[in-house]
Each structure stands twice: as C-alpha cells, then as structure tokens.
Nanobody, 121 residues
C-alpha cells in the first residue's frame, strides 16, 4: 500500500488542522493505521492509531481529548483531526499502515511522506 499525507500547515496556538492520508491498493481495509510525528531533535512517536475496522483507537497521552483519528475504508483514507493545538505539537506528521491494530512502531510496514505542522504562538 502507498500512502500520501496532506493537510499540514501553519496555525496559531489554539487552532485546528485536519490531516488526511490517502492510500492506494485494494487491501487498505485490512490494515490498521497510525499517525506518527517527529519534532526536531526528538524521536518519532505514535500519536494515534485506529484498527482495521475502525472499532478501536488509541492516543498518546499528550493528545488525548484534542486529537481524533478516523478512517473511511470506502475512500481509502485516514484522518487526524487536531484541535486546541499547542506549540509542542509542532512536528512532521506521518501516516503509516500496519497490522490489524498496530499499537507500536514495530508493527507498521508502510509509511507515507511527512507533512509539516507548525503551531505558532
């Protein structure tokens, strides 16, 4: 599966963005999906994941209550709604595909290119 992330940009603290990840391939609905981010000088971290069916989701503590992951298997897409953005959310965001409910980075096999999110104060 090939992944293409989009929707990043520059936003002020407290603002919102919606990231999208478009997938190609006929087996998209069999993959769990995740959004990762990597800030300068920091390790890549899993921000949110969603299971292949959409029935299970998980979030990093730092984004719980502010970010929402969702997917549309008919459109072969996964989304990350980011609200109440903070300066510490500034990072390059990546979408990835992996096992049925991939909760750790090692379970992801396919990666999209990153999209930059910059939150300014």
């Amino acid at each position: 599966v090939q992944l293409q992330a989009s929707g990043g940009g520059l936003v002020q603290v407290g603002g919102f963005l919606r990231l999208s990840c478009a997938a190609s391939g006929r087996t998209f609905s069999t993959y769990g999906m995740g959004w990762f981010r990597q800030a300068p000088g920091k390790e890549r971290e899993l921000v949110a994941y969603i299971s292949w069916s959409g029935s299970n989701t998980g979030y990093a503590d730092s984004v719980k209550g502010r970010f929402t992951i969702s997917r549309d298997n008919d459109k072969k897409a996964v989304f990350l709604q980011m609200n109440s953005l903070k300066s510490e959310d500034t990072a390059v965001y990546y979408c990835a595909a992996g096992g049925r409910a991939p909760i750790s980075e090692g379970q992801y096999n396919y990666w999209g290119q990153g999209t930059q999110v910059t939150v300014s104060s």
